[in-house]
């Protein structure tokens, strides 16, 4: 008798112009690395028909095709939180999400953006002093980033968006989960680099599609490291920038790795082995014929 047909899977990704994204691979290929049948697809809401016009349309028609999850990126993450049944506990103080399972019927809300930044902060630039880092932007992923230093034991954090009431919600939300810490918010870009020790990009300044810097190169200093949560391009023109300084740098790519790991875990149950994704996600960056979708 033949052994029972393992269950197969069905994920996306939801997002706006993400066309270069490598979740699809980096899932399906350490899933396939377990012998487990799984799809994973882009669903991006710049390229779907018109009549998919919100993301409340698209959540439903991904539980009406039976989707068993779906990571979700800039800029839905805090915008899908109050269409979801449930919220992690990190997902209810973040007010972010970035992973929803799906089991009978009912929507899970998860972020896994957190706990993947800890992990490239940790391998990437394990000795460098937390104690007082700058933070541009405060929108789903940065909830998550500055959570993260918190979590590692930044005690003065200063976050600077363009969209202040924006920096002011995540300053007042953060204090509130950690009142011992000075989490505050800056007028401008200098302002909030002033004595820093380190410095995270969590905008989307950068990006392929959002090109440029997000702050001026001469407010980078050596003593700074950088850390930008951008992965294509592997580096950015901040990263360029502060490289050329002699800043001690990481990109987005560890992030990207280990909360793709994190998801994968609670979509299926499975211990991925985050070097070997690390393995393939390298070797997927580097052929030539993946560089227009990377």
């Given at each position: 008798?033949?052994?029972?047909?393992?269950?197969?899977y069905?994920?996306?990704l939801?997002?706006l112009?993400?066309?270069?994204?490598?979740s699809p691979?980096?899932?399906?290929?350490?899933a396939?690395?377990?012998g487990l049948p799984?799809?994973y697809r882009?669903?991006?809401m710049?390229?779907l028909?018109?009549?998919i016009?919100?993301?409340?349309?698209?959540?439903g028609?991904?539980r009406?095709?039976g989707f068993d999850g779906v990571n979700v990126t800039h800029?839905f993450?805090?915008?899908i939180v109050?269409?979801l049944?449930?919220?992690?506990?990190?997902?209810?103080?973040?007010?972010a999400?970035n992973t929803?399972?799906?089991?009978n019927?009912?929507s899970?809300?998860h972020?896994t953006?957190?706990?993947?930044?800890?992990?490239?902060?940790?391998?990437g630039?394990?000795?460098?002093?937390?104690?007082?880092v700058?933070?541009l932007?405060?929108?789903?992923?940065?909830?998550a980033?500055?959570y993260?230093l918190?979590?590692l034991?930044?005690w003065?954090?200063?976050?600077y968006?363009?969209?202040?009431?924006?920096?002011?919600?995540?300053?007042t939300?953060?204090q509130a989960?950690?009142p011992?810490r000075?989490?505050?918010?800056?007028?401008?870009?200098?302002?909030?680099?002033?004595?820093?020790?380190g410095?995270?990009?969590a905008?989307?300044?950068g990006?392929?599609?959002?090109?440029?810097?997000?702050?001026a190169?001469?407010l980078l200093d050596?003593?700074l490291?950088v850390?930008?949560?951008?992965?294509?391009?592997?580096?950015t023109a901040?990263?360029?920038?502060?490289?050329?300084?002699g800043?001690?740098t990481i990109?987005?790519?560890g992030m990207?790795?280990?909360?793709?790991?994190?998801?994968?875990?609670l979509f299926t149950g499975?211990?991925?082995d985050?070097?070997?994704m690390?393995r393939?996600?390298?070797?997927?960056?580097?052929?030539?014929?993946?560089v227009?979708?990377?």
């Amino acid at each position: 008798m033949s052994a029972p047909a393992r269950k197969s899977y069905l994920l996306g990704l939801i997002g706006l112009g993400i066309g270069g994204s490598r979740s699809p691979f980096l899932h399906e290929s350490e899933a396939a690395a377990h012998g487990l049948p799984l799809v994973y697809r882009l669903l991006d809401m710049a390229q779907l028909q018109p009549g998919i016009a919100n993301l409340a349309t698209l959540l439903g028609i991904v539980r009406a095709l039976g989707f068993d999850g779906v990571n979700v990126t800039h800029p839905f993450k805090r915008e899908i939180v109050p269409l979801l049944d449930e919220l992690s506990d990190e997902a209810t103080a973040l007010g972010a999400v970035n992973t929803v399972v799906i089991r009978n019927g009912r929507s899970i809300g998860h972020n896994t953006d957190w706990s993947g930044f800890a992990a490239a902060m940790s391998a990437g630039l394990p000795d460098v002093s937390l104690r007082k880092v700058t933070q541009l932007g405060a929108g789903g992923a940065g909830a998550a980033t500055a959570y993260a230093l918190l979590k590692l034991g930044t005690w003065q954090l200063t976050v600077y968006d363009a969209n202040a009431a924006r920096a002011n919600e995540l300053s007042t939300r953060l204090q509130a989960l950690f009142p011992d810490r000075d989490i505050t918010t800056a007028s401008d870009a200098a302002v909030a680099l002033r004595g820093a020790h380190g410095l995270v990009q969590a905008t989307p300044v950068g990006m392929i599609g959002h090109a440029g810097s997000p702050i001026a190169p001469q407010l980078l200093d050596s003593s700074l490291w950088v850390a930008d949560i951008i992965y294509t391009p592997a580096e950015t023109a901040l990263l360029a920038e502060a490289r050329k300084l002699g800043c001690r740098t990481i990109n987005g790519s560890g992030m990207v790795i280990a909360q793709a790991a994190n998801a994968l875990r609670l979509f299926t149950g499975i211990e991925p082995d985050i070097e070997r994704m690390r393995r393939s996600f390298e070797t997927k960056a580097s052929d030539p014929a993946s560089v227009s979708a990377s």
